[in-house]
């Protein structure tokens, strides 16, 4: 039998990427710490993979509640953070280094 290929989720909107972009700079619990700095804080006796994982389930029960788009898994949202910081850290280096070669900080 042939499987099925798996198929594609609906592309982020604008509005769906503003909202993630929300949610991440937000602060995390009582930490003091955004959830994006949560999100790439080395683990600890407090912070794990575990921990992660259950920040990340809370990120999409908020994104469901606030959203009219698709459905989105807890796993998908990770993977576009990671995508939107990988894409944007070129840029914003880039942006930073104009601003010195100006002599602006």
Known sequence: M???A???SPNFSMQE????SQLMGEEYKDTGLSRHKYNIHR???KISRVTKNEMWAEIAEMFSANTTGPHRTADQLEKKWENNVSKHR???ND???LLS???ET
């Open 2 to 4: 042939a499987e099925m």
């Open 6 to 8: 798996k198929q594609r």
């Open 17 to 20: 990427n503003s909202l993630l």
């Open 43 to 45: 683990f600890t006796s």
């Open 90 to 92: 070129g840029i914003y």
């Open 95 to 97: 942006h930073q280094r």
């Open 101 to 103: 070669l100006t002599g």
